[in-house]
Structure formats: C-alpha cells, structure tokens
C-alpha cells in the first residue's frame, strides 16, 4: 500500500512543478507597471528652462484644462521619435504641455527645440533627475496626461500615433 | 591654550564625519534593498542607470530631511509600487511564497520523525 502510494505523490508533485515552471517560460520577465492610475499629481518647484525662474506646480495644473507631462531629453533618441507626435497634439486647443527637461545640457536642449520645434508651453528642468521620481517616473521619455489636479493616464516610451489618438480621443 | 579650539575643532570635524558614514551606510543598505526596475536582476545599488542614479540621489536627500529608513521604503512603494522592493510584503498574492518553504520544513520534520521512531 505504502509503495504504491509514494510514487504516484512523486509524479504528482512533478507534474505540477512541470506546469508551473512551463507556464513561466511563456511570462515576460520585463515588468510593466499599471498605467491607468488616479494619483494626485505631486507638488514641485523647479526652475524654468526660459529664464531659470522658479516654477510652483500648483500655478501649472490651475485650469480645468488637460494637460501632458512630458520628460524628454535632448541625448534621448526616442525622444526625438515621438517629438513630431507631440508637435501635433501642440494643434489641439483643449491640452498643454508640460515639457520636464531630464538631465539635459541647455544648449544641447535648445538647439534640439530649434530643430525639431518647442511644443511645450512651459518647460521645467530637472537637473538631477530627482523630481521624476517623486512622479514615479521611470526614465526617459514618458508622459503623463493631467485632468484636475490627477494623473489620468501615463504612456512610457516614446508617444506613437496610437497613443496620440487615445489622447485626442480622452480630451475630445 | 592655543590647543583647545584646534582640539574642537578637530573632534567637531571628526564627528561629522562619522554621522556621514552613518548617512551612507544607510544609504547603501536601502539601495541594495530596491529593484531597479529598468534594468533585469540589478539592485538600484548595483544599477549605473539614469533612473539608479537619480533614485541614490533621493534616497540620499530623504535621509538629510531626516526620513527613516521605513518612510523612505514607504514613499518609494507608493510612487513605483510594492514591485521595487526586494522584499516582499506578506499578503494574499505572497501567502504561498512565504508559507511553503515553512511547510516544507515541518512536512520533511515529520518524515524524519516518523522514520526515527519507526526505527526504534
């Protein structure tokens, strides 16, 4: 009785750890955070990339407006994939955008705006890279699109046309 | 006389210093303690990423405004979530993670046992 027992337990156990294990080769190992999200947006003061003034977030996100944080940089290569996504959306009346200027060397970052052309209505600088994190942010580029005071979407990566339509499609 | 104020001085700087040993001890430990979560099986500690960089550099200003190494691990839960940290918290999900090894234990005490006994 005994005998009979533990080998088909031994077989059990295999076959279970067999299909766990099988069904994470099919997982991806790459983490992706949730991107839907009600988070306030979190509070900052950051110096402007026009005159080096001090801006406070609360006089940013003021409107009933919706708006687009977008951290971007001049050495991102992405960033300059999704610049011409964010030129057109620059068109529609009904968002602002934010520009955070992420580790960037000034001239570098405006000769990247000249270039390629400014689609920010405000740009801060974040000099360190610190004040992405209190976003949550993961890197470069990203965008965070704002209604009343709240995150309502967040797009990591460079913005493509989907996004772009997604976006035009919650601020209609 | 001369040597009392350079003897304070001397013992002031010196204190600094290990209050600032302490800062980056603590500062390590928590780094080594968070997943950077752009790269694949690195602490931030490990990490030279932009985002490990940056995420030093908070841990370091959160520790100077006087955070505790929990709040810092709280804040940091709350902006990228309970992913970051190598830890993992015991709730519904982590139940089996943190409970098999235990029955493991228990169900490998008892077979020793038994045969022990059996033995005798």
Redesign the interface.
């Known amino acids: 009785m005994k005998s009979k027992f533990i080998p088909i337990i031994l077989i059990f156990i295999f076959l279970i750890t067999f299909v766990i294990f099988f069904k994470g080769l099919k997982n991806s190992n790459i983490y992706t955070p949730s991107t839907e999200l009600k988070k306030e947006v979190p509070s900052f003061e950051l110096k402007s990339f026009k005159n080096n003034s001090i801006i406070i977030s609360e006089k940013i996100f003021e409107d009933n407006k919706y708006y687009l944080m977008n951290i971007w940089a001049s050495w991102c290569v992405p960033c300059k994939e999704e610049h011409k996504f964010l030129m057109k959306l620059k068109k529609n009346e009904r968002i602002e955008l934010i520009g955070f200027n992420y580790k960037d060397n000034f001239k570098k970052a405006s000769s990247f705006l000249k270039d390629l052309g400014n689609p920010y209505n405000i740009i801060v600088l974040d000099k360190d890279g610190t004040a992405s994190i209190e976003w949550g942010a993961y890197g470069v580029p990203e965008s965070f699109l704002i209604h009343q005071n709240k995150i309502i979407k967040r797009f990591i990566g460079p913005i493509n046309n989907k996004d772009l339509l997604e976006i035009e499609k919650i601020i209609r | 006389m001369k040597f009392i104020p350079i003897f304070l001085i001397v013992s002031i700087i010196l204190n600094f210093n290990l209050l600032k040993a302490d800062e980056i001890k603590t500062e390590n430990k928590i780094a080594k303690n968070l997943r950077c ?2 790269c ?1 099986g690195q602490s931030v500690y490990d990490s030279d ?3 490990a ?3 030093k ?2 841990i370091k ?1 959160k520790i100077q405004q006087g955070l505790s190494e929990e709040q810092i691990y709280s804040f940091l839960k709350m ?3 309970e ?1 970051i940290l190598y830890d993992p918290v015991f709730n519904r999900n982590t139940y089996f993670l943190w409970l098999l090894p235990i029955l493991i234990f228990l169900a490998g005490g008892a077979i020793i046992i038994k045969r022990f006994y059996n033995k005798k």
């Open positions: 979560l752009i694949q990423s932009e985002f960089i940056s995420l550099l908070v200003n902006k990228y979530g992913w």
